[in-house]
């Protein structure tokens, strides 16, 4: 394929190879800077053309797994042209910041420029190449399971629906049935991830790091907390949260006329009423969710609706395609993706309200700042915009004629997730304490050792839940979180950001119309400042301490009664 060519969209180059992007990286290197204005804008232009097309690769693999051809093309991007890039990126930046004066607007990117050049090491490229291959393993492991059902056969996300049914034998199957791969491929995960622990050690070590938690934390650009303010947050979690969440439990166990819940019991309707199924195929429900973001604002209804119309929504679950949900962005055409794991039940309708709150995020910001790096933005500051959105939704669920929900059921489902949010904060304190002594304990290289900690932190932040005779089951979930596989330290950020969310959400009870102009206002800032900056133009703050907390949450539970049936 003739060089030229593969440019002539980030499609045709998801094909191209290294040798046809290293001219364009090679001119940007050895061009004499007589504009910086200039020379930036054509480095971002390149950036943003090869970002998509390494995109596209990550996006046909993900759709389908067992495709050899997608796998070769998504491991040449990540195992050999990804690792190229960061090292002509770290070049470029070096350049950058011999500038006599750096733009206005580019402080907070040239902060996150000056912290990646620190950071990087050439002989961590080919380690974060290898770092790519498990994590395709990983993907190709997972994204293969299926189970059998009633004489046929079912993807992990469709079994785990059914999780949600009124008949409890049927649902109590139904959940050992979605974790009993996870314990039948313990053997293989666990070797992927010991691969992957000692790959990051030594990127850690390279770097001079005394542990991977540092480097991974310094990496991320986390300029506004420490790793002792994470564990703080845990503590916080488990002081201020958890004591909400026994209480919203036991509620829900009395509600059911139980002796003790167990793990197949935290999702059925506690009356016992059949599971809420809003839609039956995927065109329902991007066609309800268009109306729903009509309601919330009618410039995010006009985002979603050019996403269906350009065919940028992967929604059903299917044999072969890898797990979980996501939103990618597309940053030549200046659109984004949704890629989902539906099954028709309730929880589905949350995850494409989250990953269009993502969406969402990428066309304010795309369009209000010129630059690639003023775009580019940490976990923070996108799960807010995900969380935020399930919020600011959450009233809309009718939207009137053709809404997915009837008022009583909108009820429910607004009851239900309000208890799947105090609920969470225990999972992601479990999850980011795991990963804090995973990478600081010489124990986190034994593999036996890492399911004993995962049980003891469970019960630490897992109230009232009966698991007696399920250690197995419960050992496996930490194997079905893929951010410890693939995105480690990923998830301190889900609970940064909901505390954020909820202030924007109580905001929003008073002065809606409000609320949302000052939320969609943070979105276009992108990544230009710094991330308590971004929050307080929403309204809302970085949340460590139990009191603040304990004030979110119970405004949480006092809306979860009143809600209730």
């Known amino acids: 394929m003739a060089r030229d060519r593969v440019f002539d969209s980030p499609a045709g180059l998801v094909f191209g190879s290294w040798e046809d992007i290293a001219p364009r990286y090679e001119e940007l290197a050895t061009r004499p800077i007589l504009d910086l204005g200039a020379w930036l804008k054509d480095w971002s232009e390149l950036e943003r053309f090869v970002g998509e097309a390494a995109t596209l690769a990550s996006i046909a693999y993900t759709a389908d797994t067992a495709d050899p051809e997608k796998e070769r093309v998504y491991l040449l991007w990540t195992g050999e042209i990804q690792p190229r890039l960061r090292e002509q990126g770290d070049r470029l930046a070096r350049r950058l910041l011999e500038a006599d004066e750096i733009p206005t607007g580019l402080e907070t990117p040239v902060r996150r420029f000056r912290n990646q050049v620190e950071l990087f090491r050439a002989e961590n490229l080919p380690l974060q190449g290898e770092l790519s291959r498990l994590s395709a393993a990983y993907q190709k492991v997972t994204g293969g399971m299926t189970v059998e059902w009633d004489g046929g056969r079912l993807t992990l996300p469709q079994v785990a629906a059914k999780i949600g049914e009124a008949d409890r034998p049927l649902r109590e199957r139904a959940f050992r049935l979605s974790l009993q791969p996870y314990v039948d491929q313990r053997g293989e995960l666990a070797r992927l991830f010991d691969e992957m622990r000692a790959l990051r050690a030594q990127t850690a070590l390279n770097a001079g790091y005394a542990d991977y938690r540092a480097y991974a934390h310094q990496e991320k650009n986390r300029f506004d907390y420490t790793p002792d303010d994470s564990l703080r947050w845990d503590e916080a979690v488990e002081e201020a949260i958890v004591p909400a969440a026994r209480r919203v439990l036991e509620r829900r166990r009395m509600r059911m006329g139980l002796e003790t819940l167990r793990p197949w019991d935290l999702i059925a309707d506690p009356l016992g009423r059949p599971q809420l199924r809003p839609f039956d195929q995927a065109d329902e429900l991007s066609m309800a969710a268009s109306r729903i973001f009509e309601a919330v604002d009618p410039a995010l209804g006009g985002y979603f609706r050019i996403m269906v119309a350009e065919r940028l929504l992967?929604?059903?679950?299917?044999?072969?395609?890898?797990?979980?949900?996501?939103?990618?962005?597309?940053?030549?055409?200046?659109?984004?993706?949704?890629f989902m794991n539906a099954a028709g039940v309730d929880a589905d309708v949350r995850t494409l309200v989250h990953e269009a709150g993502h969406a969402f995020h990428n066309f304010e910001k795309l369009a209000a700042q010129p630059l690639v790096w003023q775009q580019t933005v940490g976990s923070e500051l996108a799960e807010f915009a995900s969380m935020s959105m399930e919020l600011l939704a959450m009233p809309f669920l009718p939207a009137a004629e053709g809404g997915l929900y009837s008022e009583a059921d909108a009820r429910r489902a607004r009851a239900s997730y309000l208890e799947s949010v105090v609920l969470l904060f225990g999972h992601i304190a479990s999850v980011d304490a795991f990963q804090h002594w995973i990478y600081t304990s010489r124990e986190g290289a034994d593999a036996d050792a890492r399911d004993e900690k995962w049980l003891e932190l469970r019960a630490r932040f897992e109230p009232a839940v009966d698991w007696s005779g399920l250690e197995s089951y419960r050992k496996a979930r930490w194997y079905a979180q893929q951010h410890i596989f693939q995105f480690p330290f990923y998830y301190i950020e889900y609970g940064l950001a909901r505390l954020a969310a909820l202030q924007v959400w109580h905001s929003s009870l008073e002065d809606r119309e409000g609320a949302v102009a000052r939320y969609r206002a943070a979105l276009a800032m992108?990544?230009?400042r710094p991330l308590p900056e971004v929050y307080a133009a929403a309204g809302a703050r970085l949340v460590f301490d139990p009191a603040g907390m304990r004030e979110l949450i119970q405004r949480v539970e006092a809306e979860l009664e009143a809600t209730e049936d």
């Open 314 to 338: 992967d929604l059903e679950s299917r044999p072969a395609k890898a797990p979980g949900g996501y939103c990618a962005v597309l940053p030549h055409r200046r659109r984004s993706f949704i």
């Open 526 to 528: 992108g990544g230009s």
